[in-house]
């Protein structure tokens, strides 16, 4: 069954994959409400949907990472579709693991920006949806989630307690079948990858945004994207650490 | 928040870069504009340019040593007037994302070059041509406004008349960066392309039935022969379909070919291009064949196999393409077919179009009244020499070469070429340079 016709919240609508997974959705007939902490950039992809569909773009403008003001910024959201059908969950940060290591204070806006407030709004969502006893959660977290590694253990246990911490909201409302996805891309071509050089590796926000539709029709819990890193990251989750304490990655 | 990585201050990565033609490589910081929001980056000390899709096949893309501003992804529509075909969208957006946006809704570009992979400000930068030139002009006759953003952090909203625009239009990205441009599409009644396609043996028979053509057929263009029969090829014309019924787009994707590795160089010798011509000619066994096709295989032939310049092999590919007036044009382009033919170098895709005589919006727009010819060769000492050759034929008529498709010509033809470039110096921005430009204006 395909995802048409919602009512959709993206939270952190400016980020690249979520651009383009707002034009999908838009292109669909859903009713999007776009959320980001800078007006003029969630204008920018308002008025790109507005061109291009008759669907209905609401705007909300705030710091997603700080959680005192999820409660309000849910409510606003809520209030301007008149209810929600799906959430996802988009923003996030790479972060200096240089930084965080030497200083906690840096590793822990890190872990807060995508653990903490990430599961704040997912918590938000859960307690919605299984009160009105439907809705779809999705949030991005990344192959970095899958193997602690010294380049970027904050980034990677931030995404890691994620996936963890879906698999149980999965868990409790599974009995109203309502789906939660993780999504696990691999390095894609974004703001927040511009300054690694690109390899073969690198896929474009278009694709990981089709995947990411593509796993919401088909109600999906986890999806590697490209497809191509679950077998990636399987060899890697599977290395002896005296083997993968060799590795310099 | 600071400190979480917002790293967009960078100063870019150093990359090679190559243009299409893959010839020169350079290498150069490549820095992703992502919002129109954004100060221009300028890393200290190096000069930047807007690079699009890379398609123009010299170094008028590319910025040796310094840094080019990557528009990819600047591609979101700003506003669509579904009444009058107004389109205003920001510089990256490609002619790929605007026909998929444009043609369910009856709207068409005004102007196309052979790719659909090129951006929107790679159009206005070069102020590219198409098929229908001998009526619509070029891409830049239809740009309504554009916003340039300089070196100097100003921001310029340009309209047609001023002299920033006049200059800025085919300016090759030297006068500042594009933000985003408005146009003015055509209406079109379904995505249908009648087609004619008529077997000619020689020039004679070009210039005759473009003439003929012209007033009644909005495409052009002829396919000629340079290896077995100079001159002899198929004409081409199409008008918009307006017998069938509005259709949609069909959905998804069509599949697209990749050239999975660079081909050995003899692939693409004289012996195998000139089979090819052979059977292509042959293809065509009725003297006219009428066709109603879909406007994809219609405009861009090529785009179906992406990647297609790796054909060429390693050394890359070079195009030349020249501009010749009424006065002597007819003579020069039959000098240089024969000059080519004499030659022994097998030009892959050549190709000839009248152009008309709308006034260009550019001040150095390349296109203008006369004959346009298109060859292209594997990169190689020899070709080189015959270019130059070429280069003489069409200077002693007052002709020009296409910047979009030079990689090598001297600065004294380039400036022979275009008397306007003193003043279109004196609009150029401090903070931005070219490749090209430095080749020809420095040398
Ligand atoms: C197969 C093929 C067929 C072609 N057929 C034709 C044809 O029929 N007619 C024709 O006219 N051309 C043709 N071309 C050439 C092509 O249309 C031009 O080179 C076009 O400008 C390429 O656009 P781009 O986005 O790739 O720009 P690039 O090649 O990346 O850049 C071209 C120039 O535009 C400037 N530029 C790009 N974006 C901006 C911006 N935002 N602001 C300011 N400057 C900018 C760059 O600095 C550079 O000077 C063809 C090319 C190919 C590969
Ligand atoms: N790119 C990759 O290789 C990759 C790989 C795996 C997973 N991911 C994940 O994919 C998701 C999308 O990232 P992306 O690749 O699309 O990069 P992106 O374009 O840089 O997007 C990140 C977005 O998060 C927003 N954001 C960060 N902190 C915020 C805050 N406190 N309040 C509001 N917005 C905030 C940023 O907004 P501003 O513009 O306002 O800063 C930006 O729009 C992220 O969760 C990321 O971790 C990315």
New binding site residues.
Partial sequence: MSFANRRVLIVGATSAIAQDVARILAGRGCAMVLAGRRAERLEAVAADLRARTATAVHLLEGDLAAIDGHDKLFSRAIAAAGGLDAVIVAYGVLGDQKEAAADFARGREILDANFTSAASWVSLAANLFERQGSGHIVAIGSVAGDRGRKTNYFYGAAKGALDLFLQGVRHRLAPKGIPVLCVKPGFVDTPMTAHIPKTPMFASPAEIAQGIVAAMDSRKSVVYLPGKWRLVMFVLRNLPEFVFNKLNI | MHGLADRRGHAGIRVTVE??GRYPKTAQRVISREWRDEPLAIPAGLSV?????????GD??LNDGNA?IS?RR?RRILEFDPAEGVLRCE??M?LDEILDFCVPRGWFPPV????R???????????????NHHVAG??GNFVRAME?LRGDGSRHVLHPGQDLFRA?IA?????????WVEFQLKPIGNRWIDVETIRMGGLDEFFALSRESEPSWEYLVAWVDTVVSPGRGLFIRGNHDTAREPSARTAGKKPALRVPFDFPSFALGRFSIGAFNELFYRKQLRRVSRQTVDYEPFFYP??SLLE??RLYGKAGLL?W?CLVPWAGGPEAVAALLKETHRSGQASFLT?LKTMGSKPAAGMLS??GPGITL?LDFQRGGETLKLLDRLDSIIAEVGGRL????DARMSGASFREFYPKWREFEWFRDPAFS?S?WRRVTEA
């Fill in positions: 243009s299409w340019l807007a690079h699009g899709m890379g398609r123009s096949y008028s893309c080019v528009t600047l510089a990256g490609t196309t070059p052979g790719t992979f090129v951006t929107v400000g790679g159009a206005a930068a070069n102020d590219v041509h198409g098929k070029c891409f340039l800025t300016g090759l990205g030297l006068t500042g960066l594009i933000d090529l785009d297609w310049n195009q393409q190709v390349f296109a298109a296409y910047p979009a498709k070219s090209f």
